[in-house]
C-alpha cells in the first residue's frame, strides 16, 4: 500500500510517502511560508521524484489537528479534494500524535505540545507499548498550569517535546523537576513519512466530504459568529 502523508498543522509543511514499510521520500521545510502556496507545488515536486502518479496512491494520511486554524484547513482541504477527486481512502491523525511518534525508544510518558497563546497549550500524552503509540491523556486545549497537575499523576518518566515545548523550559523545571525537555531537533518537527506510517495503521474515514479538523478551540471569528447565531443550528467550519 502507498501511503501520501501531509502535515501543515504548524508552521512546518511535511509531506512524505510510505510504500508498506519503504520510505520512498519525503519533503520537510521549517520556515514560515505560505502554505495555501507551498503546499501543492511540494505534493507534485515529491510525487514525481518518487516517480509515482497520483493514481498509484492508496490512502492519504493528513494531519487534522489540533494546530493553526489556517493550517488545518489548508492541509485537510488539500487532502479531501485529493481523496474525493482520485477515489483514495483518507485518514486523519493527530497533529500531536504525529510528533509524540518521532519519539521512537523513549520511555515514559511523551508530552507533545503546540503553544496556544495566553500561558495555554494544546497538549496529549503518549507512550509507546509493544511498538504501538497509545494515547494515555487525550488530546486537549489546557492552561500549562493545569497540564503540569494532571501530568504529576500519571507514572513514568515525563518528556516533552515540539519546538513550542521550550518556550516553557522555566515553568517545566519549576513544575516537574524530573521532566525533561526534547533535545533532538529533529523530533520537534513533524514528519510526513510519520504522518503516512500512522495513516497506514488507521481506519480511513467514512465519509471524505463530512471530515473536518479537530481545532479543539473555537477560534475568536467563531466566537463571535455564535454571538449572532444559535450553537448546533449550523457549523461556522462548514459555513465557511
Known amino acids: 500500500m502507498i501511503t501520501l502523508g ?9 509531506v512524505g510517502v510510505l510504500e508498506d514499510e519503504t520510505v520512498l521520500g519525503q519533503i520537510q521545510i521549517n520556515r514560515k511560508k ?6 501543492m507545488p511540494a505534493l507534485d515536486q515529491l510525487i514525481s521524484d ?13 494531519s487534522s489537528g489540533p494546530g493553526s486554524y489556517t493550517g488545518l484547513r489548508i492541509g485537510v482541504t488539500t487532502a479531501k479534494t485529493l481523496a474525493y477527486t482520485l477515489n483514495k481512502e483518507l485518514v486523519g491523525v493527530s497533529s500531536l500524535a504525529v510528533l509524540a511518534a518521532n519519539c521512537v525508544g523513549i520511555e515514559g510518558i511523551i508530552v507533545p505540545m503546540f503553544d496556544a497563546r495566553r ?8 507512550r509507546w507499548h509493544h511498538g504501538t503509540l497509545e494515547n494515555v491523556l487525550e ?21 516533552f517535546v515540539g519546538s513550542d515545548c521550550h518556550k516553557f523550559n522555566s515553568e517545566i523545571a519549576q513544575s516537574i523537576p524530573d521532566a525533561k525537555c526534547n533535545s533532538l531537533p529533529l523530533w ?11 495513516g497506514a495503521s488507521s ?6 466530504q463530512a471530515f473536518l479538523p479537530r481545532y479543539l478551540k473555537r477560534v475568536e471569528a467563531e466566537e463571535k459568529w455564535l454571538e449572532t447565531h444559535t450553537p ?9
Do not use: W
Not at 520537534?188 to 500512522?198: E, R, T
Open 6 to 14: 501531509i502535515d501543515t498543522a504548524n508552521q512546518t509543511l511535511a
Open 34 to 39: 505560505n502554505h495555501s502556496l507551498t503546499l
Open 50 to 62: 518518487c516517480q509515482l502518479t497520483p493514481e498509484q496512491i492508496d490512502r492519504i494520511a493528513v
Open 119 to 126: 500561558k495555554n497549550v494544546y497538549a496529549g500524552a503518549y
Open 139 to 159: 488530546d486537549t486545549h489546557i492552561a500549562f498550569v493545569e497540564l503540569t497537575e494532571k501530568l504529576k499523576q500519571m507514572d513514568g518518566s515525563i518528556t
Open 188 to 198: 520537534d518537527i513533524p514528519s510526513g513519512v510519520v504522518v503516512a506510517q500512522l
Open 203 to 208: 481506519n480511513p474515514v467514512n465519509d471524505i
Open 232 to 240: 448546533g443550528e449550523e457549523s461556522y467550519v462548514e459555513k465557511i
